[in-house]
């Protein structure tokens, strides 16, 4: 099962979801403080302009304009920020410490902003000023200003910063949600990799249960828990079965020795006979399902691991041809092996010879005269693979996962003899072998493909 990538798990969505509403979040926020706290220092600045404006009114309405202006030379002479300019009706400068009208800034009664040039440290500078324009009678004018150039500048640096704080948020934000997303991911991985093994029918596998006791692992816990339960059942009924069918198998072999006994004191025209004949006919269809319970048992219970050695399934294809040829002939199905060269597994030979001969037999009984059967035997990128492909009519894709089950027999098959336990037991020797059973479509017909992993190097 493959793994998702890390961008399009949901743990990544939601931490870039969280991270947008985020970086939204932190953009108002700064804006809105950098809007208000711009409002309020301009308010005190008009401040302070509007007092200079009242104070110098009053100098103007009691001492006139040469009272007027020697308030402005003194207030000039003192520096700081405060700027000051008494004009003539043409603009023209009276007094003050700007030398000369601010471009485009005659509107009277309004608060404007303006560049002046200032002299700091014997060099001529550009700074930002704010201030108010007021209209004397006899047709002079008077613009009272603060010099907010180190606010402008700090106002600039906040601006400056501010796409970069937001670009660094993001950043951040993805990085964080790429690491959180990568634990996610794999603790999701580890999950996701037993289910796989579980489908593929290793009951004993469980999920890794960390010590952080976290959801992840409440939910393995429960997992486990489930797992647990569903091995016992299923154990249980295994258990069942296989000594049903080991504790029926020596009575009825002695039941069929009977039979066949007394078959032989008869005349084989009489009707006793032909019953008789039947009844062993039933009996060892009973003996073959009771044998193949016993061998899925041993197979699901690993007990014939021990034998496995080094085979080659190419040897094993030929002497399937061989053995089912004249099934295969009798039926008008023409039987065909693929040449192949050395395909090496490790593994049990008897059951590996035991599968493919129940896929045989499956493919020559359901393939009508005039087909076909092709047995192959060879290596993949994925693996060593065993096939049995037949032009018969085929598996619905629906029920491929339902017919390895035991006693799973298709409506299409009740008709024909059999046990409903052949693809069981060639399924339990995959799982012994660590191998996969696929069941495929040949249009027409099915493809049985069993897939071995590689030997390991032998030193």
């Known amino acids: 099962m493959r793994a998702p990538s890390i961008l399009r798990t949901q743990a990544y969505r939601i931490v870039l979801v969280y991270v947008a509403v985020f970086a939204i979040s932190v953009t108002a926020l700064l804006a809105f403080t950098y809007w ?16 200079e404006i009242t104070g110098l009114s009053e100098q103007y309405q009691q001492l006139g304009l040469r009272g007027l202006a020697d308030v402005v030379i003194s207030r000039s002479a003192h520096g700081g920020p405060g700027l000051y300019l008494l004009t003539n009706h043409l603009k023209q400068p009276i007094v003050g410490n700007l030398d000369a009208w601010p471009t485009d800034k005659e509107t009277p009664d309004s608060f404007v902003d303006f560049q002046y040039q200032r002299r700091v440290e014997n060099q001529l500078e550009t700074r930002e000023a704010r201030g108010r324009v007021f209209k004397l009678p006899g047709e002079f004018y008077l613009l009272v200003a603060q010099d907010v ?6 106002e600039r640096l906040f601006t400056t910063t501010l796409p970069w704080t937001v670009g660094l948020v993001l950043l951040l934000g993805l990085v964080g949600g790429a690491v959180m997303s ?7 991985d580890s999950i996701n990799r037993t289910s796989a093994e579980i489908i593929d029918g290793d009951l004993s596998r469980r999920v890794p249960v960390g010590t952080s006791h976290d959801e992840f692992d409440a939910l393995a816990e429960n997992l486990n828990a489930m797992l647990d339960r569903i091995e016992r059942l299923m154990k249980g009924v295994r258990e069942v079965t296989d000594s049903v069918a080991h504790d029926l198998r020596t009575p009825l072999n002695r039941l069929r020795n009977r039979l066949e006994t007394t078959q032989r004191h008869l005349d084989p025209a009489t009707a006793e006979a032909v019953e008789i004949e039947a009844a062993v006919a039933e009996t060892d269809q009973l003996i073959a399902t009771f044998n193949a319970l016993l061998l899925i048992a041993e197979a699901d219970a690993g007990v014939a691991r021990g034998a496995m050695t080094l085979i080659d399934l190419a040897s094993i294809v030929e002497d399937m041809a061989e053995l089912y040829a004249p099934l295969a002939e009798e039926k008008g199905v023409t039987l065909k092996i693929t040449p192949a060269g050395a395909t090496m597994i490790e593994g049990n030979r008897s059951l590996i010879s035991q599968a493919l001969a129940n896929l045989v037999d499956n493919a020559i009984k359901y393939t009508p005269a005039g087909g076909s059967v092709t047995v192959t035997a060879l290596e993949t990128p994925q693996g060593v693979e065993l096939r049995v492909a037949d032009t018969g009519p085929g598996i619905p894709a629906d029920e491929r996962a339902r017919v390895i089950e035991r006693f799973v027999r298709l409506d299409a098959s009740r008709s024909a003899p059999g046990t409903g336990l052949g693809l069981s037991l060639v399924a339990a020797v995959a799982r012994l072998h660590e191998a996969r059973l696929l069941l495929e479509d040949n249009a027409p017909g099915l493809r049985a493909v069993m897939r071995f992993p590689r030997p390991a190097p032998r030193r």
Not at 38 to 45: G, N, P, S, V
């Open 36 to 51: 208000n706290t711009k409002r309020a220092l301009d308010a005190q600045t008009d401040e302070i302009i509007q007092v």
């Open 182 to 188: 990568r634990n996610t991911l794999a603790r999701l």
């Open 149 to 154: 150039h180190e606010r402008y500048l700090t």
